[in-house]
């Protein structure tokens, strides 16, 4: 690949040489001064309150040298940071960032609004909703506002929280029907004509309105409310009986309850599952307990051999908790998983959804795609329209493996989605985003319950936009920086989040990822009479983990040692400064247990190693390992593909690697175990 | 009060006018360079991937100049912001942000470092735990690591999500001995002489274990895992063994059970309460749905004629739940409620805990400090003794009352804070914190089950500086900016958390408060023929609600309406430029039912406001309301009491006040409803 096809990028990013620190430079002290002058302006009939003779004061100067030893303090410590922005680094998740959202940032930070609702931002949370719509847009959500369902979204501190928010947002939907029928049998009220049999409220069991779709408990909760507030029209204290009906429901509501007086009133429910696949983030752990759901109602479901979710063994799952009449609150299905890049089959899902509903059976589907979420642009064209797999194929080698492509293209019909801008969107941290499919959730999840005023008066039913003003209200956080808001607004604004702008950026980053796959496979043919190295899974993403084994050795724990040792050369070290590294890569690790036994035999049969040393709980520690040691690299560096002398970033790595394999490899065996 | 007074702040914020734009300018960019040049020498023998020539082409000039646009248009949308950094300004919780804050998080932002873990972050996560030391050290926690208990804290990206974090905690110590002694049974295992009775464990009933303090749990956690694990020393499998073990205990707890199943299967137990005060952040009610006790698990605390918590209906509620066996997770305390700024008093709170841990009763107490936490730094000494009541009253003409100041005193005696650096730190959104008083609780929270492992060879037992290193671990966010952490470390440096340092800022933010009250009450004197002007509940904090009723009117609704029209003279408004406008503020409301019906008779009465119009539902819109409107200001500016021909910004804000409300009484006047 030539020069040529990096050109696009040179003006994206302050550079591994910080090549455009000119240009952020200039513009960042533009709009520095504009701030300046911004405060200048705004009531300039004022005296300045720091009079100009202040800076020839002592006291002054002696403050202004103490803040500056410390800012230098803090600069020099920074230098122990990890170089994220040089291609040298492929280890974690973070690269360089993009210079219009980084400049959005800085000068945002400067006014410091705060998203949490409109009236302390008024300029940056419109930004940050928009921000949401263009995330749905590229996945292919709609955000029409007069077309059902209308997509909304909104930035989080990070893929955690949108994690916890997609929980926290299926509960308060799953037992609303629930909360409503109680109420209404406590008011000797029963609909009739609701749900989808269309029959008396009264006439469904428990488990069947825990079984309602999203759609269905919107339209039940708007029918029960019209049913109940039209007799009253002409009523005197009309109000006041809405008022109480709507506390009654409230009241009823598991958030209200709470798990644990909701389940001891209706006894004869089960609490609901969590169906997560073993490679799931441990978010979705941490969620469960926080969120009080309990880490015991996680199903984790099995991988395939390309650490992809099997979903014969999601249907088991599902078919179990079903027969026991067991609610699943959802499925989480992953596109891109932290540890390996694998893209679960979220086409899968969906078709599974598609199956039980028709039984009348529902759960929901949030995509974890705080990593693979932004790929989704490589799919999208400009028109919204999703590219067919024959012709995304065409630019690759290799991506996309075909249930690759119809994962990403099935992400439109779940239900909701956590992307990180801060990963792949090329955007400092913290900056996560929680997109949901259907805004009318919004109703079930205020702090105010709004079920039924919102529909007293149809005039004045608030839009989503008009209730978002209020974001606190429907958000896990408060108070927020817009300045985040702002850096992936602008962001998204200059490079479009489709096919022929930001996927472009990711094609690239694709590109690098494949040739470094024949690269490392050419490596091992190399290097074959030293050590095995295998890719134990295609990547199916911009990540690719790899294991190294010397020849001959049949030991798991030896592997692993050796692999360590490789490892420490690319390993953040605080003891050497950076500028002796040549790489920085990450690691991880296959652990027994969660991976199926067929998959461990074969990736060990490839490696040469004896799978009886692969076990559960280890004895001997000379020759058994509980895991599978595996060197792990992410490919976002936009530079990765940039030759000097013929070589790029990937050929340097390769040299390098090959290097400390050999040293690794003639120190063991100068002194053998 | 003579402008010297304010001398020592004039370095410290950008200022009003941007007096010290150049000092920012010109350390902005030295450190922007400076990280230009870090990158430039990672590995200066490469060749930079962005060629010198690229500026010349069209198409990277076409870029340059769609961002240009696109971070104009940013800029000019940014100037519909609020203008929390003019004294004109005395809205919500924000004013300036402080100099050596905001440029050290604005430098760490292009380094972009991830306080997850310290792979991520070398540079900053070492930083935000000395910041959680910082704020555990001003609020009276201790921090040796060699005394029991020894704090901990670190950075959230709000107050909301510390909140959170305090239930979280709290829970998982709770019911952790019930978890404890479950899987006990299971081994057969009798511990003995364990707990605060020393007498064998299964010998506690659950309501006792329900009942330990931290402390207690954390001992007993301790003795219990001993007797376990020594007999097992020689055995050749007792790895798998205290495995085994470990993984009954962590199944047993509410976090593996989730709510729903832990208390279905201890059916003897009631789920627990959480006491708020009504004044409470909506955090409070947010969290407890969110994290699935449920909204009405929380028992609402009445507030006294100062909007204070009422520590007699504290004591009633407590009596209650454990007469009822009903355990208490905690009680929150506010210093500083977000509405009224009012203090709660905590020491009471700590009073009633030592009351009631003689009778074998035990709750957690947090301090929701997320306002007031910083104006610890005003009673802090440098050397770290509380400032006698005495002595700070003779800084002061009214402050501090003296629950207040032993309020203040008291939080050290609490077991967790939240503190938000950008209210009252003066420091940029998103930047809250939480503090923990015993860092022991982290292995409770830790998502590798910690508390056997730990044990097993006490020489390898990790310190909690040494777990934090995966902060991840222990908090409820995951990646997250270090840039926050960098901000609040510098800021703190160079402005210490003691009296002479940070506290100087707050005490002139009191003084300021001081004389708005002043200056409030003679307004009212000079404009009682025209209206009554009341400040319903002296300022604790520096924060300050008022109530105006025209003379003679006796309607709650007209004075509701007068005061919003008042209001709308202050209000930000996005049809007419900032600039059109003098001051800005805010407005909060009592409403009837979260204040007691005396209170209610007083302030309205004080107001001639007939206290019958006072009602919870209303009937009659002309005549009645279900809340009283006040005009709400938060008094932090730092240049408030800055003086020009002899006027201070609070005169010039009595004036503004005059002319508003004179016009709107002339209005009412002219058109009588």
Redesign the interface.
């Known amino acids: 690949m030539s ?1 040529n096809n ?3 990028m ?12 000119h ?3 200039n ?3 533009e ?13 300039p009939e ?7 003779t ?2 020839f ?1 002592e ?2 100067n002696e ?2 040298a ?3 030893q ?2 230098s303090n ?2 020099s ?12 680094y492929i280890g ?1 998740m ?1 690269a360089d ?1 993009l ?2 959202g ?14 949490v609702s409109d ?6 949370l419109g ?1 940050e909703l928009e921000v949401g719509e263009m995330l749905a847009r590229m996945i292919g959500f709609s955000v029409d506002p007069h077309s059902y369902p209308c997509a909304w979204g909104h930035l989080t ?5 949108a994690n ?1 928010e997609a929980l ?1 947002n299926f509960r308060a939907v799953k037992f609303f029907p629930i909360a409503l029928a109680e109420a209404c049998k406590q008011f000797n009220f029963d609909p009739v004509d609701v749900g989808p049999m269309e029959v008396k409220l009264s006439e469904y069991s428990k488990w069947e309105l825990l079984n309602f779709s999203i759609r269905e408990t919107t339209l039940l909760m708007n029918e029960v409310v019209r049913q109940y507030t039209e007799p009253l029209a002409d009523q ?1 204290d009309r ?2 009986k809405i ?1 109480k009906f709507t506390e009654a429901i409230a ?1 009823e509501t ?11 009133k209706h ?1 004869e429910l089960n ?1 609901p599952k969590i169906l997560v696949p073993v490679t799931g ?3 979705w ?2 969620g ?10 996680i199903v984790s479901i099995h991988n395939d051999g390309s650490m992809r979710m099997r979903p014969d063994h999601m249907e088991e799952a599902l078919e179990e908790c079903f027969n026991n009449e067991t609610p699943v609150l959802a499925v989480i299905g992953i596109l891109g998983t932290t540890e390996f890049g694998s893209v679960d089959p979220i086409h899968k899902i969906v078709e599974v959804r598609k199956k039980w509903r028709k039984k009348n059976r529902f759960f929901g589907i949030h995509v974890d795609a705080a990593w693979g979420g932004y790929m989704t642009s490589l799919f999208r064209k400009p028109d919204g329209d999703f590219m067919p797999h024959e012709e995304i194929s065409k630019k690759f080698k290799y991506f996309p493996h075909e249930g690759t492509w119809k994962a990403f293209k099935a992400v439109s019909q779940t239900d909701s989605v956590t992307i ?1 801008p ?1 990963k792949l969107g090329y955007l ?3 900056c ?1 985003a929680f997109v949901s499919r259907d805004a009318s959730v919004l109703d079930f999840i205020c ?1 105010k319950a709004a079920y039924v005023f919102d529909v007293k008066e149809s005039k004045v039913k608030k839009t989503p936009k008009q209730k978002l003003l209020s974001l ?1 209200q429907y958000i ?9 808001a ?1 850096a992936a ?2 962001a998204h ?2 490079i479009p989040l489709h096919c022929e702008g930001f996927g472009r950026v990711l094609t690239h980053s694709m590109l690098s990822c494949e040739y470094f796959f024949d690269s490392i496979n050419k490596l091992s043919e190399r290097m074959k009479d030293m050590v095995t190295i295998t890719i134990p899974f295609p990547p199916d993403t911009n990540l690719i983990c790899y294991a190294i084994n010397p020849t001959r050795n049949k030991s798991l724990a030896l592997m692993n040692h050796f692999s360590r040792k490789v490892f420490a050369h690319m390993k ?1 070290d ?1 003891k050497s400064p ?2 002796t590294h ?1 790489f920085f890569g ?1 690691f991880t690790s296959l652990v027994n247990g969660n991976l199926d036994e067929e998959q461990g035999t074969r990736i060990l049969t490839e490696l040469g190693i004896d799978p009886t040393t692969f076990v559960p ?1 280890v ?1 001997d520690r000379t020759r058994e390992g509980d895991h599978i040691y595996l060197i792990r690299h992410t490919l976002m560096n ?2 990765l593909m ?1 030759e ?1 002398d013929g070589e790029n970033y990937i050929d340097k790595y390769i040299k390098f690697l090959f290097e400390a394999i050999r040293k690794e490899y003639e120190t063991a065996i100068g002194r053998p175990k």
Chains 1, 2 share one sequence.
């Open positions: 020069d990096l050109q696009f040179h003006p994206y990013f302050m550079g591994a040489y910080a090549e455009n620190d240009i952020f430079e513009l960042l002290l709009f520095v001064r504009d701030h300046a002058y911004w405060r200048r302006n705004f009531h004022n005296r300045p309150p720091i009079p100009r202040a800076r004061r006291d002054f403050f202004l103490a803040m500056q410390e800012l803090l600069s410590d920074l230098k122990k940071s990890v170089p994220f922005f040089s291609p040298r974690h973070a960032l210079l219009p980084v400049l959005a940032q800085l000068m945002t930070t400067l006014y410091n609004p705060n998203n009236d302390a931002a008024p300029a940056t930004k501190s990070g893929g955690t929280v916890y926290w005197k109000k006041f008022q009241h598991t958030e209200h309850q709470g798990m644990a007086h909701f389940f001891r006894s609490p983030h441990y978010s752990q941490k469960a307990k926080i969120l009080g759901f309990g880490k015991n109602q990180d801060h400092p941290f913290s996560g702090q606190g896990m956080e408060g108070s927020k920086a817009g300045s985040a702002a607004n602008v604004k200059v953040i605080r950076l500028q040549d990450s709980h004895s936009p530079w940039f000097e």
